[in-house]
């Protein structure tokens, strides 16, 4: 009997993982699948603005998702997706996306990596490594409304699956962070520079909630000798 509930523990552990303070922490997404990913729970159902705030680092040369937020009444409400050209990434919000190009990224780097948009104007904008892209129209006129589903790893077709394992993540995963208005340019370029910054009031790396589905672990951030 003993053996048996020991065995359940592990099982639950490798596939159901909650953890609060990420500190330190990355995740780690070593293999292609369509169904690994980190499923990240928030009670905020209601967003007029959005900034997210993440680091990553892959060798993908593929389309990607790499931060999905879908509601039942639009899947892609909002989405930060890699394109395979170099340079090129969509941007979603409330169900529309815009293209930005020209964008400074090096595969095998960590790129820190925030996008805005605002529901009142409309306007979307990413920002990699404290560089701003040009500001694009997106859709205005509506919050995202809930129930919100947040995935990294996958990228949703569906509300909370759907997955496509030619559009899954690759990779290393930190600090992620998401506010509920957009964060001034200086916030955003503090954050990129490992400054100090005032942590997201939705999402909170260093107070977080997530669950873990398929092999993603959880590792110290590598650092290296000097």
């Not at 990228?155 to 208005?181: A, L, P, R």
Request: one cysteine or more; charged letters at 15%; aromatic letters at 12%.
């Amino acid at each position: 009997m003993l053996l048996i509930t020991s065995f359940s523990i592990c099982i639950i552990h490798m596939f159901l993982y909650f953890f609060k303070d990420l500190s330190n922490k990355i995740f780690t997404f070593p293999e292609e699948t369509n169904t690994a990913h980190v499923r990240v729970t928030t009670s905020r159902q209601d967003l007029r603005a959005v900034t997210v705030c993440f680091r990553s680092f892959t060798d993908l040369n593929r389309d990607h998702s790499l931060f999905s937020l879908a509601t039942p009444s639009a899947i892609n409400n909002f989405l930060i997706f890699k394109k395979a050209a170099n340079g090129l990434f969509d941007l979603w919000a409330r169900g529309k996306a815009n293209k930005v190009e020209g964008i400074a990224y090096k595969l095998n780097t960590w790129h820190s990596i925030c996008s805005t948009w605002d529901s009142t104007s409309g306007l979307m904008q990413l920002w990699v490594n404290g560089v701003p892209s040009s500001k694009k129209f997106t859709n205005s006129g509506s919050n995202i409304n809930g129930p919100i589903i947040i995935v990294l790893g996958q990228e949703q077709d569906t509300h909370g699956g759907g997955f496509d394992i030619k559009q899954s993540f690759v990779g290393m995963m930190s600090d992620v962070h998401m506010w509920d208005h957009t964060l001034s340019p200086c916030d955003i370029q503090n954050y990129s520079n490992n400054r100090s910054f005032t942590p997201g009031n939705v999402l909170n790396w260093n107070a977080f909630e997530f669950q873990i589905v398929g092999r993603v672990l959880v590792e110290n951030k590598q650092e290296l000798c000097q």
